[in-house]
């Protein structure tokens, strides 16, 4: 780690670089107490959660993270080109240079609809060789956000570039306050300034809820048109992102880039398990950030884990499955293969188990995790997550040093 980048109230970003690739990444150091003491811890744990979904060339990637029981540490691409705040308001862009951030700025932000994923806190930040880039996901929203009408509830974003519906209180669409936040992006590139400003904050809310602004004189009708069709104060009648790219002035010069979130690439990866011997290898990030489907995240910011259905081994994933299915048959379970399954390796001949019920009684799940499972796995199993017990051979071994990985099972009771 190296010179100091900037800071915040809770977080530290220092220069620094991989000293086996020399790879230069910006390392966000978080203060936990900190976070703690004024309840954004979930807003972290959202934060790794929502970008380890999104691979994109406009989107900053987060690489690792790590931490101590002091401290977290995001590592990520480390983008030097610095503010575009600061590139535009030292005056109004070109029209082709604008066009370009936004075709880019659009392309990330439809990956991350894709995803399910809504920024809800868009704003020209970040470029690098003439590139836009998204940042900043601790205001994102994920489809287990939504309340039972669908919509999100939480007021949150900058108020210049907050869309009229998230100010009023009654529900939005995250997807649809995007677009609008996209369209005072377009605004502030080609002219240098916002559309909504006043001196009070309630005027310029007023201004927002009527989307009433003016055009410079040097825009485009091309331009107008568009922004027109973005900067809508009812999200209904608001353009969509597929319609943007049907505009013939958005299509000029656009190719679509190549992303991928992690999750789509490990199961590219699982595709090609039944031709090949060897598992996919998780890397530490991988690890932390995939377990279970709701992103388990309790390693990096609890003291204490939780006991689950989950054990390291050191045998082959076909010895492993053919063990599973034998136990379940022998307790007259119907074994189903997932077509979601998976195996990764955590280090060469380690695998990481983890059971799960996919219907039935939990009850009944526990006690038979408990009471059947285990005693029918021992020749199987290396340790089991949380145990900190010694293992078949008298070893001791702590499990948490090898938890998080994942062999996905499912199996249905009859």
């Known amino acids: 780690m190296g010179r100091l980048l900037g800071q915040g109230t809770f977080a530290k970003v220092y220069y620094a670089k991989h000293i086996k690739s020399g790879e230069s990444v910006a390392i966000k150091v978080i203060n936990k107490d900190q976070v703690r003491k004024e309840g954004l811890m979930e807003q972290i744990k959202r934060e790794i959660s929502v970008m380890r979904l999104v691979r994109h060339p406009n989107v900053v990637e987060l690489k690792e993270v790590m931490a101590t029981k002091a401290k977290i540490f995001f590592v990520m691409e480390h983008v030097k080109g610095g503010e575009l705040f600061a590139k535009v308001y030292k005056g109004k862009l070109k029209e082709d240079q604008a066009r370009k951030y936004f075709q880019q700025l659009i392309s990330a932000v439809d990956f991350c609809h894709s995803r399910g994923v809504s920024h809800r806190d868009l704003k020209p930040r970040t470029y690098e060789n003439e590139d836009l880039k998204i940042s900043d996901f601790g205001l994102s929203a994920l489809p287990e956000h939504l309340r039972n009408d669908g919509l999100l509830h939480t007021q949150c974003g900058t108020p210049a570039y907050v869309a009229p519906e998230v100010l009023r209180k009654k529900g939005y669409d995250g997807s649809k306050a995007d677009i609008w936040s996209c369209g005072v992006i377009l605004y502030v590139l080609l002219s240098g300034f916002l559309p909504f400003r006043d001196d009070n904050i309630m005027y310029m809310y007023r201004k927002v809820f009527k989307a009433e602004f003016a055009y410079p004189p040097w825009f485009s009708s091309e331009t107008k048109r568009l922004i027109s069709k973005l900067l809508v104060a009812d999200p209904a009648k608001r353009i969509s992102i597929a319609e943007i790219m049907q505009i013939s002035w958005f299509k000029k010069g656009f190719t679509r880039p190549f992303a991928f979130s992690i999750k789509e690439d490990y199961h590219q990866s699982s595709s090609t398990l039944e031709s090949t011997s060897t598992p996919p290898f998780f890397n530490a990030f991988e690890l932390i950030s995939s377990m279970s489907s709701g992103f388990d995240l309790s390693s990096l910011f609890e003291n204490k884990r939780k006991t689950g259905s989950m054990f390291t081994s050191r045998c082959s994933a076909s010895t492993i499955m053919a063990k599973l299915e034998g136990m379940a048959k022998e307790f007259r379970y119907r074994v189903v293969r997932m077509k979601e399954f998976k195996v990764f390796e955590v280090a060469p001949h380690v695998a990481i188990v983890e059971l799960s019920k996919s219907s039935g009684d939990t009850l009944e799940y526990v006690k038979f995790c408990e009471e059947e499972a285990r005693p029918a796995l021992k ?25 998080s990985g994942r062999v996905g099972i499912g199996a249905e009771n009859d």
Do not use: P, R, T
């Not at 199993?381 to 938890?403: C, I, L, P, R, T």
């Open 379 to 403: 020749d199987i199993v290396w340790s089991w997550q949380g145990d900190g017990n010694s293992n078949a051979n008298g070893e001791d071994y702590n499990s948490n040093k090898y938890s």
